[in-house]
């Protein structure tokens, strides 16, 4: 009788019961969660509407604390917060400014990053995207002259991190921006709390940014679809993953047309000051760590095809699949047959980029 009137009290819970059973000669009242119950949050966070995605036991309550963290990170991350530590750092009053470990780590990765591309990445670049009006929304061509001053503060070779006294030093009048490995950090760290939460089955959407924690709950991978970056409601093609982070960067994310018709896109070529123009229309780069595929397709895209490959060539450690302004697509070895065209490149070639 007792036990009936549980499950009818369950029953009314509605859609977050439904597929849970109740556990028979367990404790009264305990539940068991099948692998493929499901749930969901969405929320906005760093700019943008995310979702995430978890099955089976602990679920809800990891997707809880994995939604704290990301909130964490971007309370850490943001330019605009005026308690977060990277304002801080812009807005510093000393030389010298301390700083956690968790900004050290995300930084060091930046660094290794923008040294790696001679600085085609480089967080220093902010002065330059406030400029555009990128980051306010009141947009503008800047006067070659202004560009050319404000070039002046970017220089990520200006930056120095002392690891023992956990401190930083920008040169005068330089300031930082996250904005192109943040994201992918925060997936990283939502990741990390899921599986604290011994949750085995995610998929988190973090405004395009795809974090993949296991498999499906049916054992089988998960499909992420690639924006087709010309008609951008369509999708180019689906990627088959495991337990990897799938990141885009394309010209069609973020943009303004001038007066001209010229568009202009958010992703700024340092050694220009202008937006980025390397003959590629998108670069989504598969990896394991958020951060560095978040940072890496950023960078990339700035790099074009030819650098791009090479730097696989020599660092690996992840894939790529690029659009070139052409429309042709290439796809590094490693993930050729995890990948499927599909929509209006349902017909094209896809090229392979080999070692
Ligand atoms: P994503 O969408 O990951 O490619 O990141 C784009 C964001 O990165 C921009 O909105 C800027 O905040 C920042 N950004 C733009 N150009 C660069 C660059 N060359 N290096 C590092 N960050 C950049
Ligand atoms: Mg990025």
């Not at 059973?21 to 749930?39: M, N, W």
């Not at 995310?50 to 604390?65: D, I, Q």
């Not at 994310?253 to 937006?275: A, L, M």
Request: glycine content about 10%; proline content about 2%.
């Amino acid at each position: 009788m007792k036990n009936k009137r549980i499950l009818s009290w369950i029953m009314t819970m509605g859609i977050v019961i439904a597929g849970m059973e109740v556990c028979a000669g367990c404790k009264k009242g305990e539940v068991i969660v099948p692998d493929s119950t499901r749930f969901d949050v969405d929320f906005n966070a760093m700019d943008t509407y995310m979702t995430l995605t978890a099955y089976g036991k602990n679920a809800e309550s990891g997707l809880e604390k994995a939604k704290t963290r990301i909130q964490e990170v971007e309370g850490i991350f943001s330019v605009t917060d005026e308690n977060s530590d990277i304002y801080k750092i812009n807005h510093r009053e000393t030389e010298q400014i301390a700083i956690s470990d968790e900004v050290m780590n995300v930084l060091g990765e930046a660094l290794t990053i923008s040294e790696r591309t001679s600085g085609n990445f480089d967080i220093s670049i902010y002065p330059v995207l406030r400029e555009w009006g990128f980051t306010t929304g009141e947009y503008q061509v800047p006067e070659e002259s202004v560009l050319q001053e404000l070039l002046q503060k970017v220089d990520y070779t200006k930056i120095s991190v002392d690891s023992d006294e956990k401190t930083v030093t920008l040169a005068d009048g330089m300031e930082v921006d996250f904005g192109a490995i943040a994201k992918g950090y925060s997936g990283d760290m939502a990741v990390a709390a899921l599986k604290e939460a011994e949750v085995t089955s995610a998929l988190l959407n973090l405004g395009g940014n795809i974090q993949a924690l296991g498999e499906k709950p049916d054992g089988s991978s998960w499909n992420v679809a690639i924006k087709d970056p010309v008609f951008t409601s369509e999708y180019m093609g689906v990627l088959s993953v495991k337990d990897k982070a799938v990141i885009t960067s394309g010209g069609y994310e973020r943009y303004f047309e001038d007066r001209d018709g010229n568009t202009w896109s958010h992703i700024i070529d340092p050694s220009t000051g202008y937006s980025a123009d390397s003959g590629t229309m998108s670069i989504t780069i598969v990896g394991t760590s958020g951060m560095e595929a978040d940072a890496l397709s950023t960078a990339m895209y700035v790099s074009g095809i030819e650098k791009a490959s090479e730097y696989w060539k020599t660092y690996g450690g992840f894939d790529m699949v690029i659009i070139t302004k052409e429309e042709e697509v290439y796809v590094t070895e490693g993930i050729k047959e995890d990948f499927t065209l599909m929509g209006n490149y349902k017909d094209k070639q896809v090229h392979i980029i080999e070692k």
